[in-house]
């Protein structure tokens, strides 16, 4: 489960433009987006997989069962995981995908019995475009008239425009507050403190909860930006 036999690891890393292409054509003409920069981060994967055998596990392994460490381990081993931006001068990390492959690996570990992150309360939810629907749909997030209208006309932001930081960082931080008032609930009515309920839970119920209730949310618009942090 954890690892590719190295012929597989190799050919990811070695996979051409031109066969990637093939492999996801779509069934009419419009050509998959983002095509080059797809190319660049399954090779780069891969390359680095080969470094370890074709192991996850093995990549993983590095990180000493430690959610601050593996995604730092992540992020200094993959350059398409760096998912940072300048916010008023300031650089501001997301990580979102070195995150959620933090979060999975927890996730397949804990059902095979072999869980053993102490600290997965490091991890904050993985910020992209579905969960700040549900939280605007749920009131625990506002966004002001000229976003939602600016939303609402389909207008593409830019990666790392102010508009698109803000509402992956306010994401955040509306789960922490979530996070922290659940953990107050909980130690009201057991009159102890758990830490059992994480950022990373609430997200895993977030998005599917998007997903399901789609057709009640329509009318929320998600935020366009072409990006390979998401």
């Known amino acids: 489960m954890f690892g590719l036999p190295i012929t ?31 190319h660049r981060a399954l090779t780069e994967a891969g390359a680095v997989l080969l470094r370890y055998g074709g192991s996850l596990r093995d990549f993983m392994r590095k990180g000493n069962n430690d959610a601050e460490q593996l995604v730092k381990h992540i992020v200094e081993s993959l350059p398409s995981y760096r998912d940072e931006a300048t916010f008023e001068g300031k650089k501001v990390a997301f990580y979102k995908r070195a995150q959620i492959l933090v979060a ?20 904050t939810m ?20 000229a976003l939602m209208n600016t ?27 979530i996070k922290a008032h659940l953990w107050s609930l909980i130690e009201q009515r057991d009159g102890k403190r758990s830490e059992e309920i994480n950022s990373a839970i609430i997200d895993f119920f977030l998005w599917p909860y998007a997903k399901e209730h789609h057709m009640e949310m329509a009318h929320i618009p998600i935020h366009h930006t072409r990006t390979i942090y998401y």
Not at 104 to 123: H, K, R, S, T, V
Not at 151 to 177: F, M, N, T, Y
């Open 151 to 177: 939303l609402k006309e389909g207008i593409v932001l830019p990666p790392g425009d102010r508009r698109e930081v803000e509402i992956r960082g306010c994401s955040i931080w509306c789960v922490e507050r």
């Open 8 to 38: 597989d690891a190799s050919y990811f890393a070695s996979i051409s433009l031109e066969e990637l292409k093939h492999v996801l054509r779509s069934d009419n003409d419009t050509p998959m987006p983002m095509l080059g920069e797809r």
């Open 126 to 145: 993985f910020a992209d475009y579905r969960v700040p629907q549900a939280l605007v749909h749920l009131g625990a997030l506002r966004y002001s008239d």
């Open 104 to 123: 999975d690996f927890w996730g397949i570990m804990e059902a095979q019995g072999e869980a053993n992150i102490p600290n997965l309360n490091y991890l």
